[in-house]
């Protein structure tokens, strides 16, 4: 069995994830691109072998079970462990987003997704993580679920989204349970922040590069064995929660 390191990255055919697995992948590890869309999913893993990398598609959905298992079986069949794996897929619902103006079924797709979505790539991907020297679990997060930022007079946090924003606070929560339950075990999982990049997911209003916004994804995936674990970072150091 090869030692290469082997990552995956969900959401990985664009943006910041495709930035994400671009850079795992000039490290010379293996990189899993996970994506729904099967088109632009082997054009980014084209375009990152093109680049040098030694990428590899995974089809994934992280809102569907049977997908889900799919990925892992993928990734057990091609290289029997997992080393990393970067939780960056996401969806912000759209607008209005304002309490009193929201559909339930908004908030609820997009904490199936930004959420139940990582917990159920978490699970899947478990037995294989265990089989690595120094897994790493990385979860995209952003600045707007701080609840500290979000009620601190000032702070730019963003446009008022009781779907997205919550969304972030929920998976930051989530991230220190799951550095809760597997303390006593090599795997290191720690939430990450981009900071507001330019993509599709806001428009492409954002003043940071994907390049810029993967910096941090790169780090915690990369964390030596004795680096933190249920932390929240961005490039500047430690989030407030």
């Known amino acids: 069995m090869s030692e290469q390191t082997i990552a995956l990255v969900t959401g990985a055919n664009k943006g910041i994830g495709y930035e994400i697995a671009a850079g795992l992948g000039a490290?010379?590890?293996?990189?899993?691109?996970?994506?729904?869309?099967?088109?632009?999913?082997e054009a980014a893993v084209a375009k990152l072998c093109a680049a040098g990398a030694d990428a590899f598609g995974v089809p994934l959905d992280v809102a569907d079970d049977a997908s889900v298992a799919a990925a892992a079986a993928l990734i057990e069949e091609r290289a029997g462990r997992l080393d990393v794996?970067?939780?960056?897929?996401?969806?912000?619902?759209?607008?209005?987003?304002?309490?009193?103006?929201?559909?339930?079924?908004?908030?609820?797709?997009?904490?199936?997704?930004?959420?139940?979505?990582?917990?159920?790539?978490?699970?899947?991907?478990?037995?294989?993580?265990?089989?690595?020297?120094?897994p790493r679990i990385v979860n995209m997060s952003s600045s707007v679920g701080s609840l500290t930022l979000q009620t601190t007079p000032g702070a730019e946090t963003g446009p008022i989204a009781v779907?997205?924003?919550?969304?972030?606070?929920?998976?930051?929560?989530?991230?220190?349970?799951?550095?809760?339950e597997l303390h006593d075990t090599n795997i290191l999982i720690n939430a990450g922040c981009p900071g507001f990049c330019a993509t599709d997911l806001n428009g492409f209003r954002g003043v940071r590069t994907p390049e810029q916004g993967a910096a941090i994804a790169i780090r915690l995936a990369?964390?030596?064995d004795d680096g933190p674990t249920g932390g929240f970072f961005d490039d500047a150091g430690v989030v407030p929660w």
């Open 27 to 41: 490290l010379g590890w293996s990189v899993g691109v996970g994506a729904r869309d099967e088109q632009r999913r």
């Open 85 to 134: 794996l970067v939780n960056n897929a996401g969806i912000t619902g759209g607008a209005p987003q304002e309490p009193t103006m929201v559909d339930p079924a908004t908030v609820r797709a997009v904490v199936e997704t930004n959420v139940i979505g990582v917990i159920r790539v978490i699970n899947a991907m478990l037995p294989l993580l265990r089989r690595s020297a120094s």
């Open 163 to 180: 779907a997205y924003a919550p969304s972030k606070t929920f998976l930051n929560a989530v991230t220190v349970q799951y550095a809760k």
């Open 222 to 224: 990369t964390l030596p």
